[in-house]
């Protein structure tokens, strides 16, 4: 196995923990798939949900590189970009208010503000309802497909605090009618436009305290089912999130709290 005498930062959003990594001299490369699953494993590493890699961008202030805990990268982390926004806030020069970083799809933009905390603009936002999830055998109120930057399937239930997400979120990341796998998101109404949320991710392959572009999936979701509009709070393990958004929902922002865990070597 590769080594390195490596530097990280852990972080923690809403209960999603990374290890974040400034890589603008290229000192580790995101295809040491083994490397990257055996430092997140909780037992025999650092233990995160994921990695995110701090890259030099031509187009943007910086790149995000997401790699999951099973050593895949993959295409988008909402929560991530709130995490290494912050990371970013404390390592560049000027200081700025509003960050962009560039991902494997696009150009993300993230915003710091005393209310908000870190306010990031989810910027993809496509396949809405294209995969019916009739077949998926999940008794619910509603469901809907859609990708806010990577697949996501939602889904309406009750009794949430009590509700199988480990096995009924398996079936569906693994449903062949998903060749690549989709995260499964499951939510409540306890309030008007407010939600109680809890995810299967895909790549993490278990629950996670909090998954931002599943809560971004579930906020649209609860908005189409209800003609719900403006912004809606959603609780999930880890904390509390909210989605902003537009009646179009060509303006959809994933906003919460950031926190530093602590600084490490490995």
Not at 1 to 9: A, G
Not at 31 to 51: F, M, P, Q, Y
Not at 90 to 102: A, M
Request: charged residues 25%; contains cysteine; hydrophobic residues 35%.
């Amino acid at each position: 196995m590769e080594r390195f005498n490596l530097e990280f930062t852990k972080m923690n959003a809403t209960g999603n923990d990374f290890i974040v990594i400034d890589n603008r001299n290229q000192i580790v490369s995101a295809d040491n798939r083994e490397h990257w699953k055996k430092l997140c494993s909780l037992k025999t590493g650092i233990g995160a949900d994921g990695v995110l890699l701090l890259e030099k961008s031509a187009k943007a202030d910086f790149r995000m590189r997401y790699i999951n805990a099973d050593g895949g990268e993959v295409e988008m982390c909402g929560n991530g970009g709130r995490a290494i926004t912050a990371f970013a806030h404390d390592l560049l020069e000027p200081k700025k208010n509003t960050y962009q970083f560039e991902t494997m799809n696009g150009i993300y933009e993230c915003s710091i503000d005393l209310t908000h905390g870190y306010r990031l603009k989810m910027t993809e936002l496509y396949d809405v309802d294209t995969i019916k999830l009739d077949s998926l055998n999940i008794k619910n109120k509603h469901s809907i497909y859609m990708n806010t930057g990577v697949p996501h399937c939602v889904f309406e239930v009750e009794n949430i605090l009590e509700y199988p997400v480990f096995e009924h979120g398996k079936s569906v990341r693994y449903s062949p009618i998903f060749p690549k796998g989709s995260n499964a998101n499951f939510f409540e109404v306890i309030g008007t436009k407010h939600l109680r949320v809890r995810t299967y991710e895909r790549g993490v392959e278990n629950e996670t305290l909090s998954c931002g572009t599943g809560v971004t999936a579930a906020a649209i979701a609860a908005a189409k089912f209800y003609n719900w509009s403006d912004e809606i709070i959603l609780e999930t393990l880890g904390g509390r999130l909210a989605v902003q958004f537009n009646s179009d929902f060509s303006e959809v922002y994933l906003c919460g709290k950031v926190e530093k865990v602590f600084i490490g070597r490995v």
